[in-house]
């Protein structure tokens, strides 16, 4: 792989990171609401989906799932599924007496640090898109006259890389209002807003098609 198509893949990749999807919306959210440490770790379980989901490219898999329409719808709802439950779970904190916001400094106290992990991780491996992404877009970029295993690792840490910096960010951003959503109206506006955001997201992913 030349310089100029990495160049390419890079200005790609970037742009469809940036771009606003679930994951961002829960960096969004995890900032605001729980601060930085909780939007690393699940930043981190995301880039960790996604680097099982390249690998699933490289290794053919993924192809075989967008050739099966039942396979990729199956992914399809167990995605959509997931964004909804965490939809539904931020709208019923709002009934709560006492708004879930609290300090990022009592973030161990209430929900455990491989809680986001796993969060960002699934969030990942069960979101149809990056899998078009790496099954359609991938290959694209590839020279097949050289090593394949070094343009995969340089390709998916660029991709990694870039998820992370974006998700940190989103979040970093996101923390800065948290002294307006941790006051109890707004706070509860905040998650209503946001829970209805994650069912919508849900809801679109039916949208998505593969490319078979």
Known sequence: MNHHTLFIYAA????????????????????ASRGIKAVMVSALGNIIGLFF???LSISGLSAILMA??????????????YLIYLGIKQLRATRKPKPAMHSPDTIKS??????????????AVTNPKPILFFAAL???????????????IIMTGIFMLFSFLSLTTYGY????????????????????????????????LFQVKNAS
């Open 12 to 31: 790609v990749a970037f742009f469809y990171i940036i771009s606003p999807g679930p994951a961002v919306f829960l960096a969004l959210y995890n900032g």
């Open 53 to 55: 989901l390249s690998l």
């Open 68 to 81: 099966s329409s039942s396979l990729f719808m199956a992914v399809k709802i167990i995605g959509a599924a």
């Open 110 to 123: 209430e929900r455990g640090l491989f809680s986001y992990f796993k969060e960002g991780l699934i969030v």
């Open 138 to 152: 991938f290959p694209q970029f590839l020279d097949m006259t050289q090593a394949i295993l070094l343009q995969f």
């Open 173 to 204: 951003l996101a923390q800065q209002t948290k002294t307006l959503v941790r006051n109890s109206n707004a706070g509860k506006w905040f998650q209503r807003v946001s829970g209805g955001l994650f069912i919508l997201m849900g809801i679109s």
